[in-house]
């Protein structure tokens, strides 16, 4: 299940700047480019949020979704080696906060975002019988 559609991505650009970004000669973006950038914006979602949810997210918490658009758009303008600095600091953001959730210092709400159990190694404290109570002290 995609994070994000090429309708998405067409909320945050112009269908001349995905065509500009996608297209080798025409005005029409070409839908396996733009598959092609999700893909990579998905896989680098599901490498932090892997390591603390079940990946990939099904239903795709919206906030999910904005960081996949965040992440493909970038992608689609390194095609191209012209990520203007809106861009380069969107995709920083969304990295950033994706580290924190592997990190365990931020958390995605939102159904399908629940944490799956922890596979991480526990303490455990177990302790022998007393050596000193009430009845081997009674002497002293």
């Given at each position: 299940m ?16 995905l ?35 079940a990946v ?11 960081l ?11 095609r191209?080696s ?12 969304a990295?950033a906060?994706?580290?924190?959730v ?9 159904a ?16 022998g019988?007393?050596?000193f109570?009430?009845d ?5």
């Amino acid at each position: 299940m995609a994070y994000c559609t090429q309708d998405d991505i067409l909320k945050m650009i112009s269908p001349e700047e995905l065509a500009e970004l996608t297209a080798e000669f025409g005005d029409t973006p070409d839908p396996q480019v733009v598959g092609e950038a999700i893909s990579r914006g998905e896989a680098e979602i599901d490498a932090y949020l892997g390591t603390v949810y079940a990946v990939p997210l099904s239903p795709v918490p919206p906030l999910i979704k904005a960081l996949a658009v965040d992440l493909a758009i970038f992608h689609l303008y390194l095609r191209r080696s012209i990520a203007p600095p809106v861009r380069r600091q969107k995709y920083e953001a969304a990295v950033a906060f994706l580290k924190e959730v592997a990190a365990g210092q931020a958390v995605v709400a939102g159904a399908g975002g629940e944490p799956q159990s922890s596979n991480r190694e526990t303490a455990e404290l177990n302790s022998g019988q007393r050596i000193f109570h009430r009845d081997t002290l009674k002497d002293w």
